[in-house]
């Protein structure tokens, strides 16, 4: 009996102590004495303690070969993709995941369901929340994003996942996720391929708020106006797998932005034939897509110690009040990139100039600007010297840049970055 009532006694002695420890580890982490150890990783073969890879460091390899349409009119991309996964891990993979980025703006995307108005973080239009009397105030912004939202059908439209022999693969769609089975385990040390086909409607940016679509243009010469088209986090991508976490595969919800893993990259884009393209990666066929002078000024621009024009501020006003006869294939490859972007659009003008790394991987790196007549002189003027000087400054204090072109682009999106855009 006095064991009991001295160990009732003991209890709120110690209290305080469990719950100093339970705030420490779960609180808000404000505490400015809290110590790192209990948020760093354990060392282990696959990261040392001094954050440096182990010698069993691992981490997977994506290839995609893309092949993608943009429809001008409907505003839609349509596209296919051969992946190539190779497990690099030391475990047997049954299934891949997928991030499906797109379906963010499905209707009944987890996203759409539980976005707060005037909560923190959000992404869209501005918001007043109301209290007592006063009444939640919706900005037009706001209403024309509703009515976007309502109006349209945006999300992926998955046709096919297939075997590269044509069977198809089982699949679970899950919000922005995808599972896909394959038909046995992945070994460690192997690759597996498989092809998927989708197609999506691009969201209008300045209605939505995204991180890709378009801007229209109605006020140009051409006949119902003219669009500027950034296509980003626009094909299924492979989620990242690795050994602190296993498969990332979480809900895309919109605000953050997810591990990827790196890979080599061969993609094609099948534009209306008076579209200029800025992508990740390098052009192919430029025989294909450019004039003879503009290649003339491309291979100049490499040796240039300023800015000079791809595509002129008179070829592209042409291209902006005319239309499209057909269509052209832009070709571009990218090698050991974690992502994959690009841009479209006739308004483009296109300036370069050549940057010198001598003794880099990349000994001339091409800093490139696009952008429309409305970005005015302050693009002109400044815009691919400021990519150039970066280069400088940053390769002074840091390493040489390691890919072999650097591109400013004027699009929709108030300020994203992809590999080399």
């Known amino acids: 009996m006095l064991f009991v009532a001295a160990l009732l006694f003991a209890i709120p002695a110690h209290a305080p102590l469990s719950a100093q420890g339970v705030q420490q580890t779960k609180g808000d982490y404000e505490d400015k004495f809290r110590q790192l150890d209990e948020v760093l990783p354990t060392p282990n073969t696959y990261r040392n303690a001094s954050g440096a890879p182990g010698h069993e460091y ?23 993709a051969t992946i190539r996964y190779t497990n690099n891990s030391p ?5 891949l995941w997928m991030q499906l980025d797109q379906n963010i703006f499905r209707k009944d995307s987890m996203a759409e369901l539980t976005d707060v108005f005037g909560g923190p973080g959000r992404r869209g239009p501005k918001v007043t929340l109301g209290s007592g009397d006063a ?40 919000g922005t996720l995808m599972r896909v089975d394959l038909p046995q385990p992945l070994a460690p040390g192997e690759s597996t391929e498989f092809a998927i086909e989708w197609a999506f409607n691009i969201v209008e940016e300045d209605a939505v708020v995204a991180r890709s679509g378009y801007e229209h243009f109605p006020d140009d ?59 990740t990666g390098v052009l192919q066929n430029p025989d294909a897509v450019l004039t003879a002078a503009q290649r003339q000024r491309l291979e ?54 050549g940057h010198k790394q001598p003794g880099a991987q990349h000994e001339t790196v091409l800093a490139m600007s696009f952008w429309p007549k409305e ?46 855009i």
């Open 58 to 80: 691992w981490q997977q390899k994506v290839d995609y070969r893309i092949t993608a349409e943009l429809d001008e009119p409907r505003r839609r991309i349509t596209a296919r």
């Open 91 to 95: 475990d047997s993979l049954p299934w």
């Open 135 to 174: 009444p939640t105030k919706l900005s037009m912004d706001e209403l024309r994003r509703q009515q976007t939202m309502a109006d349209n059908s945006y999300g992926y439209d998955i046709s096919a996942v297939k075997t590269l022999a044509g069977a198809d693969l089982p699949h679970t769609i899950v």
């Open 221 to 279: 010469l051409r006949k119902g106006g003219n669009d500027i088209f950034l296509i980003a986090q626009w094909f299924p991508r492979m989620v990242a797998y690795s050994d602190y976490e296993g498969w990332h595969n979480k809900e895309f919800l919109g605000r953050g932005e997810f591990t990827l893993e790196f890979g080599d990259y061969e993609v094609a884009m099948t534009v209306p034939d008076d579209h200029i393209v800025a992508s």
């Open 300 to 353: 100049a621009a490499k040796n240039a110690d300023a800015p000079m024009f791809i595509v002129t501020p008179q070829e592209a006003a042409a291209a902006e009040a005319g239309n499209p006869r057909g269509t052209k294939t832009w070709q571009f490859s990218a090698t050991n990139v974690r992502d994959f972007a690009w841009a479209s659009s006739r308004k483009f003008m296109w300036d370069a100039q």
């Open 375 to 420: 970005g005015g002189d302050l693009w002109r003027k400044y815009s691919t010297a400021a990519v150039a000087h970066t280069l400088k400054v940053y390769s002074r204090f840091s390493f040489d840049y390691p890919y072999p072109t650097a591109q400013l682009v004027n699009g929709p999106v108030g300020g994203m970055e992809y590999p080399m």
